[in-house]
């Protein structure tokens, strides 16, 4: 598998035309949360999948994430959009640089994964960590809502072993509600999806996307959501 944490780094840009290739989560997230005129945090927005659909419906939006490289991208893409409501700025999940009760919505697409598996051995103090951080950022009324994988090239939902135990955690200890949704990846021709599912997705999947001529790589996606109704 690829070292994603280099990819975050060094290669953000194509990271962003990879997950251009998926479909927009406007929608998903208004049904859970209705956007207008919300103080909006997005934690490992990474190079702005969700920042940037949600900024022009927000008050305000913070795009926080550990990578200076991929927050430039976003921060590019919201001033290429005339936005002005927004920051970003370089965090760990662990310690947002945020005060208390400051948001009325948090999202977080992909990113909690990286510290919540139980490949960490810290996964659980990771975990309980990063939601103590979300409670007390959130305002009384807040909503939050993650989005992780369910894996990539299954068609139904087929969550990797690692994250099976994050994700009964949040339903099970924090009381999250759950569904999921279709994520395919649509590439414009099948050079391009083996080249960009090689660069994240790594061999195996990448040679199943040549031999199975897989334009539309098939994807998974798990939302769970906490709010007050
Ligand atoms: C798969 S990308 C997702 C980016 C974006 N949310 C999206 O939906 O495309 C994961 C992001 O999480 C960030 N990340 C990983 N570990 C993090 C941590 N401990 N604190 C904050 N961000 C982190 C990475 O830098 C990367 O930008």
Known sequence: MP????????????????????????EVIEEI?????????DMGAGTGRL???????????????????MLQITAERLVDACLTNWTT???????????????????????MGYLANTDE??????????????????R?????????????GHETPSAPDFLKAYYAKL?????????WIRTDYEFDHIQQAERLTRFFFG???ADRVVEQHLVRLPECAGIWWLSPD
């Open 3 to 26: 070292d994603h944490t280099r990819i975050y780094k060094q290669e953000a840009a194509q990271y962003d035309e990879l997950i251009s290739k998926q479909p927009e989560l406007k």
């Open 33 to 41: 949360q209705p956007l207008s005129g919300l103080d909006i945090v």
């Open 51 to 69: 920042t940037m659909v949600l900024a022009p419906e927000a008050k305000t939006i913070i795009a926080l994430d550990a990578s200076e490289a």
């Open 89 to 111: 700025k370089v965090a760990d999940h662990r310690k947002l640089p945020l005060d208390d009760q400051s948001a009325d919505l948090i999202v977080s697409g992909w990113s």
């Open 121 to 138: 051995p810290e996964w659980e103090q990771n975990l309980d960590m990063i939601i103590s951080e979300i409670q007390r950022v959130l």
């Open 140 to 152: 009384p009324n807040g909503t939050v809502i993650i989005f992780e994988t369910l894996g990539t």
């Open 171 to 179: 339903v099970d200890v924090y009381g999250f509600s759950h569904r």
């Open 203 to 205: 061999e195996e999947l």
